[in-house]
């Protein structure tokens, strides 16, 4: 069974970085793409980042171009989000996604997401 588990969330101040981790069980996670969204309090869920199973391949949302970078090591399962350059608006909860289909995390057609992890960016 698929399950993702998100780390590396908490409060950090504007200007600094956070790097989330994604670590997946249940399922050969090499071959699958990955993705974070994001869904912001009263606020719709958006994609932030993709990134496609060789690794090679990879996508952002305009609002974090330069300023995130997704990453995978598939020897520990694990996707990474590393973030800098925080500001107040990328406050939200973020969560980890997977599918067999990258052309499918940018549209968020994901096939298991984990619980999420909040980052909040305040002074």
């Known amino acids: 069974q698929l399950q993702l588990v998100e780390s590396g969330g908490g409060l950090v101040q504007p200007g600094g970085s956070l790097r989330l981790s994604c670590a997946a069980s249940g399922f050969t996670s090499d071959y699958y793409a990955f993705g974070w969204f994001r869904q912001a309090p009263g606020k719709e869920r958006e994609g932030v980042s993709c990134?496609?199973?060789?690794?090679?391949?990879?996508n952002y949302a305009d609002s974090v171009k330069g300023r995130f970078t997704i990453s995978r090591d598939n020897r520990k399962n694990t996707v990474y989000l590393q973030m800098n350059s925080l500001k107040p608006e990328d406050t939200a909860v973020y969560y980890c996604?997977?599918?067999?289909?990258?052309?499918?995390?940018?549209?968020?057609?994901?096939?298991?997401w984990g619980k999420g992890t909040l980052v909040t960016v305040s002074s």
């Open positions: 996604a997977a599918t067999p289909a990258y052309s499918r995390c940018r549209t968020g057609a994901m096939d298991g």
């Open positions: 990134i496609s199973s060789s690794g090679g391949t990879t």
